[in-house]
Structures are given as C-alpha cells and as structure tokens.
C-alpha cells in the first residue's frame, strides 16, 4: 500500500510502500477513503523543534484526519463489524494514571509525570506521531479510537471530525450562547472555534487575520463568522470594542500562536471574561498581567479534545448543525503529497485532504 511517512529526522517526507497492517486481536482495519493535512503534520514534515522525540521511531506514517470503511476486525472487537464507516481519534492513553482517570486523556503521559510539554507532544498522542497513522491507503487501529460515522455522511467531511473538534473542545470548556465570541487567527483551528461557537449559540463571533488571510477570512464568514476584520487594517482591540459597546468580547479564542498577539487577546476582553489559547508558541510572551487581576480574566490553555467531543460534533455533523466543507479547499492525490504540503505550508490552501 501507499503511504506518507517521515523518513529521516530532517525536513521533508516521502511516499513509501508498505505491507497492508494485520490488525490485532483489539484491532481494526480501515481502508481509508479521505486523510487530512494537520498543521501539525506540516511541523512535523518541517521537522520543526518538538517532534524530536520522533527520530526513534522513523519510519513513521503520519496522520490523524481521517475516514473509512472498516474491512476486517480482529477476534476481540465487539463494537464495528466490516462494512462500518469510521474516523478515529488519534489518543492511545494508559488508562490508570491521573488524568485518564479524570476523563482528560488528552493530557496523558502513560505515568511518566509532567513532562516538558512545551517542547513534546503528550505520549497519549499515539496515531500518527508515535505509532503508523492514517496518510495511507489502509491503517490498523485499536477498537477503542474508534468512532462510527452515520452511513450517509461522505467521507471527506467524516475525515473533519478531528479538526472540528479540537475547536469545539475550546468552545465546550466555556459558555457562548448568546455572547459576543471573538477567534483570533483564521486558520483551521480558529474556522473550527467560529463553526463550534455558531453551533453553541453565540450571538456575533468576530474573527481577525492578516491581510494574506482574505481567503481564509472569507471562508470564515461561510462558516459563521458575523465580522471578519483585517488586522493590518484596523485596530483590532478598538474595533471589538466598538462592536460591544465598549465591554469587550465575553470569549476570546487565540489560534494563531503569535506571542504578541496574546496581549492584544487580553485588551479585547470584557471584564471577567475569558481567553483561550490554542495555538502552539515558538517563543515566550510578555504582556501586563495586571490586565488579568483587575479584570478579573481568566487565561486558559486548551489542548486536542476529549472523546466526549467526538460524540457531540459526529452529532452535529449529522443534523447540519456543523458543516465543515467550506474549510476543505482542495483535494490531491498521495502522490502529490510534496506539492500539498508545500501548500500548506506557504498557506495557499486552508485544508487539504488526500483522496484514495
């Protein structure tokens, strides 16, 4: 079979060929029909500093966006038979340490205590970052990552449940319905907070990006978006301001992971509010912390999602409630998968998925 994988611990990947996996006995064969590009993906074809502790474990394939059709399980499963359309949710976690006893098995370092997070992802992210992922024709998952899909649902937006989800698990950890929401970064983590916090029920969602964003920017508003404002163009803190009549926005979700941008989050922000950060930082920020006291803002950090979060977008998903196609902008074949990432990571493109 066909896949995409990370070689050798330096720039780049390569489309190889591999045997079909033989699933275990806990195990499921998927022959995959649609596979996303994460930005994480494209860090890890950059080979961008904190995927370092992958160098042991090249070959790898990578990818965790994904949907399929279940083609074989093994003697142990009892939830999916052969026939069942599935995506997955990348987590492999030990299930008996703080956290996964806690629910929060995004969070899990298999007992390994608190590592240096700033710098490795949680050994809990397994499928496509420490054991094969989905950029293949066929992967060989344990039953317990997987989810099934409502038959009807194509695969191409069954293959957005874990993008959405990382937005909707922002969006599910506070309170927008009927609150002015404000995404910072039009980037496909902030397209899934305006399409999260739209289904929520938030009353006007304001998004700001670069001018190179219009693009993207315009996508936004096909999602939800009820402003979408150019940052080059205007001042961003004011403008929220504004619109809310001087208050601040009630949630301000930051997706970009530019340091300097996180002082201006916290200016835009009403008066015990709150402010979210998703986005991963290449470097550390400095902004008035007194900003936070006196208005009493709460800063919080959001990773991945939870299982739970899977359940409720698949469900919105098939209702119409969420609606992820517009931030899928083009779809290529695995061979051409140097040129879609080359895309991707000039930012020509917002999502890519493979086709097989």
């Given at each position: 079979?066909?896949?995409?994988a990370?070689?050798k611990?330096?720039?780049?990947?390569?489309?190889?060929?591999?045997?079909?996996?033989?699933?275990?006995?806990?195990?499921i064969?998927?022959?995959v029909?649609?596979?996303?590009?994460?930005?994480?993906d494209?860090h890890?074809?950059?080979?961008?500093?904190?995927?370092?502790?992958?160098?042991?474990?090249?070959?790898?394939?990578?990818?965790?966006?994904?949907?399929?059709?279940?083609?074989?399980?093994?003697s142990?499963?009892?939830?999916?038979?052969?026939?069942?359309?599935?995506?997955?949710?990348?987590?492999?976690?030990?299930?008996?340490?703080?956290?996964c006893?806690?629910g929060?098995?995004?969070?899990?370092?298999?007992g390994?205590?608190?590592?240096?997070?700033?710098?490795?992802v949680?050994?809990?992210m397994?499928?496509?970052?420490?054991?094969?992922?989905?950029?293949?024709?066929?992967?060989?998952?344990?039953?317990g990552?997987?989810?099934?899909?409502?038959?009807?649902?194509?695969?191409d937006?069954?293959?957005?449940?874990?993008?959405?989800?990382?937005?909707?698990?922002?969006?599910?950890?506070?309170?927008?319905c009927?609150?002015?929401?404000?995404?910072l970064?039009?980037?496909?983590?902030?397209?899934?907070?305006?399409?999260s916090?739209?289904a929520?029920?938030?009353?006007?969602?304001?998004v700001a990006?670069?001018?190179?964003?219009?693009?993207?920017?315009?996508?936004?508003?096909?999602?939800?978006?009820?402003?979408?404002?150019?940052?080059?163009?205007?001042?961003?803190?004011?403008a929220?301001?504004?619109?809310?009549?001087?208050?601040?926005?009630?949630?301000?979700?930051?997706?970009?992971g530019v340091?300097?941008?996180?002082?201006?989050?916290?200016?835009?922000?009403?008066?015990?509010?709150?402010?979210f950060?998703?986005?991963?930082?290449?470097?550390?920020?400095?902004?008035?912390?007194?900003d936070?006291?006196?208005?009493?803002?709460?800063?919080?950090?959001?990773?991945?999602?939870l299982?739970?979060?899977?359940?409720?977008v698949?469900?919105?998903?098939?209702?119409?409630?969420?609606?992820?196609?517009?931030?899928?902008?083009?779809?290529?074949?695995?061979?051409?998968?140097?040129t879609?990432?080359?895309?991707?990571?000039?930012?020509?493109?917002?999502?890519?998925q493979f086709?097989?």
């Amino acid at each position: 079979m066909k896949a995409v994988a990370k070689v050798k611990p330096e720039f780049g990947i390569e489309v190889i060929d591999l045997p079909i996996p033989q699933p275990k006995a806990d195990e499921i064969l998927i022959k995959v029909k649609n596979a996303g590009i994460c930005g994480s993906d494209v860090h890890i074809y950059e080979w961008t500093s904190g995927y370092e502790y992958m160098a042991g474990l090249l070959p790898l394939v990578i990818g965790h966006e994904f949907a399929g059709e279940v083609m074989e399980v093994g003697s142990a499963v009892k939830s999916v038979t052969a026939g069942d359309h599935v995506t997955a949710i990348p987590h492999v976690n030990c299930k008996s340490c703080y956290f996964c006893r806690r629910g929060l098995i995004q969070l899990c370092d298999w007992g390994c205590g608190k590592a240096d997070v700033a710098k490795e992802v949680p050994k809990a992210m397994q499928i496509g970052f420490r054991r094969n992922g989905g950029m293949a024709e066929y992967i060989a998952i344990p039953e317990g990552n997987v989810y099934k899909l409502p038959p009807e649902m194509p695969f191409d937006i069954g293959a957005m449940v874990n993008p959405i989800s990382v937005g909707f698990h922002c969006v599910e950890k506070t309170y927008v319905c009927g609150e002015v929401v404000c995404v910072l970064g039009p980037g496909p983590i902030g397209l899934s907070c305006v399409i999260s916090a739209k289904a929520a029920g938030a009353a006007k969602v304001i998004v700001a990006g670069l001018g190179k964003d219009i693009r993207r920017l315009d996508i936004a508003r096909q999602v939800g978006a009820d402003e979408a404002m150019v940052v080059d163009e205007v001042d961003i803190v004011a403008a929220v301001m504004q619109i809310t009549g001087g208050l601040g926005a009630a949630v301000v979700f930051e997706t970009t992971g530019v340091p300097d941008i996180l002082s201006q989050a916290v200016k835009m922000t009403r008066k015990n509010g709150e402010v979210f950060l998703s986005g991963i930082y290449a470097r550390e920020s400095q902004f008035q912390f007194s900003d936070l006291v006196r208005g009493q803002i709460a800063l919080r950090g959001s990773y991945s999602m939870l299982p739970a979060s899977y359940d409720r977008v698949i469900s919105l998903m098939a209702v119409g409630r969420i609606d992820p196609r517009p931030l899928v902008t083009r779809k290529m074949n695995i061979q051409e998968a140097q040129t879609a990432f080359e895309l991707l990571r000039n930012k020509e493109e917002v999502k890519i998925q493979f086709q097989f």
